[in-house]
C-alpha cells in the first residue's frame, strides 16, 4: 500500500511513518514543512487545487493527516486545524475520490465532563478553547466528507506520550525541567491534580495501521486512548522514578487554563477494540521510553 503522511516530521506523524514503514509492501511518503521531509507541504497554505495536483501526481491509496498546531497565534491554529482537513479532504475529493483519508483529532474537541464518567463518539463536543475548537473544525469537515461518501475517519486522539514527546505536552515538559534540575534539584510546575487518558504515540501508530487495512465501511470517529483516567500527578511521580529523579516536584498556581477547565476525561474505546485495536504499552514505559529519548529532536505538530 502506498501512503501518503502529512505532518510526518511531527511527534505522532514520525512515529505513524515509523511503524508503517515496516509494514510488508508498504510505501511511505513522508510530507512536511522541514527539510527532513520527502514531499514540502504545509497544509496551513495549500490550495485544493495545488494539493490535488500534488495528490494525482503520487497516487498514494491512503493519506494520514498528522498536521497540527497545538500552540501558535489563531491564524496558524485555525489554518493548520481547521482549514487545512477541509483543503485536504476536498483535493482527495477531486483527484483521487477512492483513497481512504486517516485523521488525527483530539481529545480537545471534547471540552470538560463529568468526574468519573467515560466519553464515547456520540458525547457532545464542547471544546474549551481555541485549539480544541479548531481541531473540532477539522474534524467536522472531514466526517462531513465522510456521510457524503467520501472514505474517510476521524481517530480522535487523547494524551499521546511515548519517546520524542515535545514540550508542548506535560510530560515533554516535565522531562525537560527534570533533566535541567539535575538528580536532586527543584522542579516547579502548576497543578498536578487533573485525570488525563493516556496514549502511547507508538498505539496511535497501530491504531493508524489498523484503520487502513480495515475493509468495509468505518465509523466517523474513533477514540484512541488507554481507556482510563489516571492522576497527572502520579503520571509525574512515575515520570521522576523513570528519570532517577530524588528532587523534589512542587505545585505552585493553577496550572494551565484547559487542566483548569476540564479536570477528568476518560475515554471509551470500544469502537477502537471493535476493529481490532487495543492500546497494549503501560504509561510507565511510555515514560519511562520518553525519558531514555530526550535527544530525539522531532517537532511538534499534533
Keep these: 500500500m502506498d501512503v501518503l503522511v502529512l505532518g510526518a516530521t511531527g ?24 527539510a527532513t521531509a520527502d514531499v514540502a507541504l504545509d497544509l496551513a497554505e495549500a490550495t485544493p487545487a495545488a494539493l490535488a495536483a500534488l495528490l494525482a501526481e503520487l497516487r498514494p491509496a491512503a493519506v494520514v493527516n498528522c498536521a497540527g498546531a497545538v500552540t ?15 483543503v485536504l479532504a476536498a483535493a482527495l475529493r477531486t483527484a483521487l475520490p477512492a483513497s481512504r483519508l486517516v ?3 483530539s481529545a480537545a474537541e471534547y471540552g470538560a465532563c463529568p468526574h468519573g464518567t467515560s466519553l464515547d463518539e456520540q458525547a457532545p463536543a464542547c471544546p ?3 485549539y480544541g475548537a479548531t481541531k473540532l473544525a477539522g474534524t467536522l469537515a472531514v466526517t462531513e466528507a465522510a456521510a457524503a461518501g467520501q472514505d474517510a475517519v476521524v481517530l480522535r486522539v487523547f494524551n499521546p506520550v511515548g519517546p520524542g514527546a515535545p514540550a508542548a505536552s506535560l510530560p515533554g515538559r ?16 502548576g497543578d498536578l491534580s487533573a485525570h488525563r487518558d493516556f496514549v502511547d504515540a507508538r498505539d496511535v501508530a497501530r491504531a493508524v495501521s489498523a484503520v487502513l487495512t480495515a475493509t468495509g465501511p468505518l465509523p ?14 502520579d503520571a509525574a511521580r512515575a515520570l521522576a522514578e523513570a528519570a532517577g529523579f530524588r528532587g523534589r516536584i512542587e505545585e505552585h498556581g493553577a496550572g494551565s487554563e484547559r487542566s483548569a477547565a476540564v479536570s477528568w476525561q476518560q475515554a471509551d474505546i470500544t469502537t477502537a477494540r471493535g476493529l481490532g485495536w487495543e492500546p497494549l504499552i503501560p504509561l510507565a514505559d511510555s515514560l519511562a521510553d520518553l525519558w531514555h ?7 511538534p505538530t499534533f
Design 72 to 86: 501558535g497565534d489563531g491564524l496558524r491554529q485555525t489554518g493548520l486545524n481547521a482549514r487545512g482537513p477541509a
Design 174 to 189: 516535565l522531562a525537560a525541567e527534570i533533566r535541567r534540575a539535575g538528580p536532586d534539584g527543584t522542579v516547579t510546575v
Design 220 to 233: 466517523p470517529v474513533v477514540n484512541i486512548a488507554g481507556g482510563a483516567a489516571r492522576p497527572v500527578r
Design 103 to 105: 485523521h488525527l483529532g
Design 128 to 130: 474549551g478553547g481555541l
Design 11 to 34: 511527534f505522532l506523524g514520525g512515529h505513524i511513518t515509523d511503524h508503517l514503514r515496516a509494514l510488508p509492501g508498504a510505501r511511505v511518503v513522508r510530507a512536511g514543512r522541514t
Design 293 to 299: 529519548s530526550l535527544k530525539d529532536t522531532r517537532e
